[in-house]
């Protein structure tokens, strides 16, 4: 756990603290999609579609993160205090005990820049490698740990299985930036849901005939 100290601009307006009792906030941030994000650039740069130097992907992975402290700062009067960085890692479980799982990514090109950016947010930031599990598993056990111990703690994510627990959500897509809480009765459906449908994106199959509706 690190403590963020955060430069406050001028356009920024007055806080306002919905949480009086909760002076620390701790965002937990599966890092996995900016890291993927600081690597990727446009096709103009590079045909491949690939960053090639180092220093641009940190910056791009800096400027990334910085923006979401920011946009919670200014828009969801949300002042990060800690922050905690979780990557993937190696040998997950689910791979050893269902081979198709994530399959369909095995074709999918690496940027080559991504081993490094990973090793920097190791570094630089103290991310913890999620290895023999997901980056999720680990983001959510933290989460549970943190509110359990009266912590006030937010999960920064693009990923929707997160969803599946209860927990104060914010989504990092840069279209979106999304702050929600996720109750009880609505991560059941989520994860019910998610079950009857499949998963595209991690090949899980969804049951026979059973579609978007129909979950």
Known sequence: VKRWNRFRSHAC????NKMKDNKEVYLITDADSLM????????????????????HAISRFDE??????????????VDVTHYIFVVGGINNFRKLLVPSYKANR?????????????????STYGAYAAHGCEADDVVMATYKKLTAEGKYAIIASLDKDLKQQ????????YQRRTLVTVDEDQARFNYYSQMLMGDATDNVQAIKGIGVKTA
């Open 36 to 55: 993927y994000a600081a690597c990727l650039c446009s096709k103009e740069e590079d045909p491949e579609g690939f960053v090639r130097e180092s220093g």
């Open 106 to 122: 095995l074709k999918r090109e690496v940027p080559p820049m991504l081993n490094f950016i990973s090793s920097y947010v190791q």
């Open 13 to 16: 307006r007055p806080l306002l």
């Open 166 to 173: 209860p927990c104060i959500f914010y989504d990092v897509y």
């Open 64 to 77: 990334s993160f910085q923006s979401i402290v920011n946009d919670l700062y200014e828009h969801h009067n």
